[in-house]
T-cell receptor, first 112, second 111 residues
Framework: NAGVTQTPKFQVLKTGQSMTLQCAQD?????MYWYRQDPGMGLRLIYY???????DKGEVPNGYNVSRLNKREFSLRLESAAPSQTSVYFC???????????FGPGTRLLVL | KQEVTQIPAALSVPEGENLVLNCSFT??????LQWFRQDPGKGLTSLLL?????REQTSGRLNASLDKSSGRSTLYIAASQPGDSATYLC??????????FGTGTSLTVIP
């Protein structure tokens, strides 16, 4: 039981490049989340998926798109990376509303 | 918009001491509150979850309390150990699926 896994662990991009961050969970959870963590800002919600087939914007969705591919997988795409998107990205999942969130190990992204 | 504040930002204590971490939030209409632990370079690990109808939760040496009306929660750590050194984050969820995190308290327990 791996929990929540994220790939890649670390990525360097040039401004304007695109990439997709992958997240998968093997706990049969309904809800999945993408956060970014910046120094002094705490974690901020980018997008979430309350159930398979649905996605909704969080606090900071601009510049990102998401896909809930199936119940297990939730990907985050940067279409045209900007230096302001340099951050640590965390994926999380939750069995049902108002239950414990489980986090992945994070992806460290540097945009030059 | 919900604002979550954690004070102090950093705390250093000798081993064995009992300590309290504080979390405050501006909107009392929360669904639940969670305390997390984050080790350097790692993801978050949930420590305690308090539903809005509850007043406290306990797990081992940890006790978290919730006073929704005053917008406050505390995390009490008894008999601190060097292994407790980490950043502690609190997060509140509202009626939607939005979760709001504080910026954390960095705890160092000195042997």
């Amino acid at each position: 039981n791996a929990g929540v896994t994220q790939t890649p662990k670390f990525q360097v991009l040039k401004t304007g490049q695109s990439m997709t961050l992958q997240c998968a969970q093997d706990m049969n959870h309904n809800s999945m989340y993408w956060y970014r963590q910046d120094p002094g800002m705490g974690l901020r919600l980018i997008y979430y998926s309350a159930s398979e087939g649905t996605t909704d914007k969080g606090e900071v969705p601009n510049g990102y798109n998401v896909s809930r591919l199936n119940k297990r997988e939730f990907s985050l795409r940067l279409e045209s990376a900007a230096p302001s998107q340099t951050s640590v990205y965390f994926c999380a999942s939750e069995a049902h509303r108002a239950e414990t969130q489980y986090f992945g190990p994070g992806t460290r992204l540097l945009v030059l | 918009k919900q604002e979550v504040t954690q004070i102090p930002a950093a705390l250093s204590v000798p081993e064995g001491e009992n300590l309290v971490l504080n979390c405050s939030f501006t909107d009392s209409a929360i669904y639940n509150l969670q305390w997390f632990r984050q080790d350097p370079g790692k993801g978050l690990t949930s420590l305690l979850l308090i539903q809005s109808s509850q007043r406290e939760q306990t797990s081992g040496r940890l006790n978290a309390s919730l006073d929704k009306s005053s917008g406050r929660s505390t995390l009490y750590i008894a008999a601190s150990q060097p292994g407790d050194s980490a950043t502690y984050l609190c997060a509140v969820s509202g009626t939607g699926n939005q979760f709001y995190f504080g910026t954390g308290t960095s705890l160092t327990v000195i042997p």
